[in-house]
């Protein structure tokens, strides 16, 4: 298929969103850190400049909100997350509503799956248990037995869902299952992990309930050494993931065939990792069969750099910093796992700048729907055409591709080469000399109307457009020089600072166009084209900027 057949039949399939809003309402898995949100600085907290921006710093533990389960979770020679590849994160699958067959500590079967609809080989496997009813950003569960007249929704979703059956996880095994996900709080039944002792009224309930329907202890039903061998070593050695808290639009795809996407953030420390999931359904008139084809075939680039806490901040933000709290065998009872706090400022390694970063009116990037996050676009290459401190120009953008009304937007300067995981490292490179637009440019995004820039630098924004101009007096001068060489001006009369200071930043997110920044890994062998591009984002309800997976895909061979 060609560029442009397979950019439109993509961008013509079915989208659903399947990610659970993460919140500081987002209740945590029992005994984790939840999410923490604090404003270190504002608009107005500026100086030596013009207007400054809103900063937040979070500090949060990663199994808050949807999530993928990474095999350094119980194994701690497991791949991490970031060496984890697109192709085992996406695919063919199948979302399996069982939620009929199910009720408070059931155990669920392979049997159960398989009568509903069919589940192939190396599938991912999406379970509605219907207990995603108990979501915190679902409606109240009404229950007039229930103290208040309304059921807990906390313990509902994390303490009394189901899980699986004994032999459940051997046939996904079996099965070459990529991805076990579920829409309640755990892949693993609450009463195999550490709730069973948090909450030992509970486990009275569960094991009571095993034994009038199977006869058995807990503990004759999972043996505790077989199980935990099963779950916490060879799972992880096969590679199998796990991934929890799928919510959103789970009910329309029920016992229905779709290409899900399960994209977390790419840690390199973190066991576990936020994630956007969601799934595509082929446009209508087109079989199904062909739909997964032509995903199969497609190349995938993962312009995402990977994350860690050795990827270096913008300017005078916090870096990431990363606090194990567990360890696979520090915990009580033989149930342990491994598990982290992380804190850090958002601007850091690839992420997108959302409209209140700067536009205190603006919209959260939660607030903002999926489907405004991914669409047909372009890859600009001008790496040829820029070096340090260049002005880049529409015309020289438009000289390299063909950027039509609503695109998205992507910009490579080259730059991504001086990034801190590349051979050519050069951090001050990176930071400060990196180049920026022309004062054009933000009125030609709003006359195209594009839907959201990124770019493979630190800043949309020239740096000397920021406060590093005051930080880096001597690389202004400099970049000053070439300003009036190459365009016979100087810095502020090309750029007047009431009109141009943070000019992308501010001049275009109140019209809802905002931008990625630090794009990398395969841009570097992206040429300059057209795509269909995404963007894959926790789904932060309180939160202005956000990181995530940047993907692009093209025909394959």
């Known amino acids: 298929?060609?560029?442009?057949?397979?950019?439109?039949?993509?961008?013509?399939?079915?989208?659903?969103?399947?990610?659970?809003?993460?919140?500081?309402?987002?209740?945590?898995?029992?005994?984790?850190?939840?999410?923490?949100?604090?404003?270190?600085?504002?608009?107005?907290?500026?100086?030596?400049?013009?207007?400054?921006?809103?900063?937040?710093?979070?500090?949060?533990?990663?199994?808050?909100?949807?999530?993928?389960?990474?095999?350094?979770?119980?194994?701690?020679?497991?791949?991490?997350?970031?060496?984890?590849?697109?192709?085992?994160?996406?695919?063919?699958?199948?979302?399996?509503?069982?939620?009929?067959?199910?009720?408070?500590?059931?155990?669920?079967?392979?049997?159960?799956?398989?009568?509903?609809?069919?589940?192939?080989?190396?599938?991912?496997?999406?379970?509605?248990?219907?207990?995603?009813?108990?979501?915190?950003?679902?409606?109240?569960?009404?229950?007039?037995?229930?103290?208040?007249?309304?059921?807990?929704?906390?313990?509902?979703?994390?303490?009394?869902?189901?899980?699986?059956?004994?032999?459940?996880?051997?046939?996904?095994?079996?099965?070459?299952?990529?991805?076990?996900?579920?829409?309640?709080?755990?892949?693993?039944?609450?009463?195999?992990?550490?709730?069973?002792?948090?909450?030992?009224?509970?486990?009275?309930?569960?094991?009571?309930?095993?034994?009038?329907?199977?006869?058995?202890?807990?503990?004759?039903?999972?043996?505790q050494d077989e199980y935990y061998e099963l779950t916490h070593q060879t799972m992880p050695k096969a590679h199998l993931l796990l991934a929890e808290s799928i919510v959103g639009e789970i009910n329309q795809l029920n016992n229905q065939r779709a290409w899900i996407m399960i994209y977390p953030i790419p840690f390199m420390e973190v066991e576990t990792a936020w994630s956007r999931a969601c799934a595509l359904q082929p446009p209508d008139g087109m079989d199904e069969e062909k739909f997964f084809e032509l995903m199969a075939s497609a190349e995938m680039l993962d312009l995402t750099v990977p994350f860690s806490v050795q990827t270096p901040q913008w300017a005078n933000y916090v870096p990431l910093t990363v606090t194990y709290t567990k360890r696979v065998g520090g915990q009580y009872f033989g149930l342990g796992r491994n598990g982290s706090i992380c804190n850090a400022s958002i601007h850091l390694a690839t992420h997108m700048d959302g409209e209140k970063h700067f536009w205190p009116a603006g919209r959260t990037i939660g607030e903002v729907p999926l489907d405004e996050w991914v669409g047909p676009g372009v890859i600009a290459d001008i790496s040829h055409l820029v070096s340090d401190s260049s002005v880049y120009t529409p015309d020289m953008i438009e000289s390299v591709v063909e950027v039509r009304e609503g695109d998205i937007l992507i910009l490579k300067t080259g730059w991504n080469k001086y990034g801190w995981i590349s051979p050519d490292s050069d951090e001050f490179r990176y930071m400060i000399k990196h180049p920026g637009p022309s004062p054009d440019f933000s009125q030609w995004c709003v006359d195209k109307k594009i839907k959201w820039l990124a770019i493979d630098a630190v800043s949309q924004d020239h740096p000397m457009n920021t406060i590093q101009r005051i930080w880096h007096p001597k690389t202004f001068e400099e970049a000053n020089r070439k300003l009036m060489e190459d365009f016979g001006k100087d810095w502020d009369e090309m750029y007047p600072l009431d009109q141009y200071y943070q000019d992308t930043h501010l001049n275009l997110f109140p019209k809802k166009i905002v931008h990625a920044e630090n794009l990398g890994k395969d841009i570097a062998q992206a040429e300059s084209g057209r795509y269909y591009i995404g963007c894959y984002l926790q789904k932060g309800m309180e939160i202005a900027s956000m990181w995530g997976r940047f993907v692009a895909w093209k025909e394959g061979d």
Request: contains cysteine; glycine residues 10%.
């Open 1 to 223: 298929m060609e560029r442009e057949q397979f950019i439109k039949t993509i961008s013509n399939a079915k989208l659903f969103d399947l990610t659970q809003g993460c919140s500081i309402f987002t209740p945590p898995w029992p005994g984790e850190k939840a999410l923490e949100i604090h404003f270190f600085k504002r608009v107005t907290g500026a100086y030596g400049g013009g207007q400054g921006a809103n900063g937040q710093l979070l500090n949060w533990s990663n199994t808050v909100g949807t999530h993928l389960v990474g095999e350094t979770a119980f194994h701690s020679g497991g791949r991490a997350i970031a060496d984890i590849p697109l192709s085992d994160l996406s695919g063919p699958g199948v979302v399996v509503d069982i939620s009929d067959a199910v009720s408070d500590y059931s155990l669920y079967t392979p049997e159960m799956v398989t009568e509903r609809a069919t589940v192939k080989e190396g599938d991912i496997l999406i379970i509605n248990t219907g207990y995603h009813r108990y979501s915190w950003d679902q409606p109240d569960v009404h229950n007039p037995a229930a103290q208040g007249g309304v059921e807990s929704k906390e313990f509902g979703f994390l303490v009394r869902h189901p899980g699986p059956s004994p032999e459940f996880f051997q046939w996904a095994l079996d099965m070459k299952l990529k991805i076990v996900g579920v829409d309640c709080g755990s892949a693993e039944h609450p009463m195999n992990t550490s709730i069973r002792y948090m909450h030992a009224n509970e486990f009275e309930k569960a094991e009571a309930k095993l034994k009038a329907e199977h006869g058995k202890t807990w503990d004759e039903m999972f043996p």
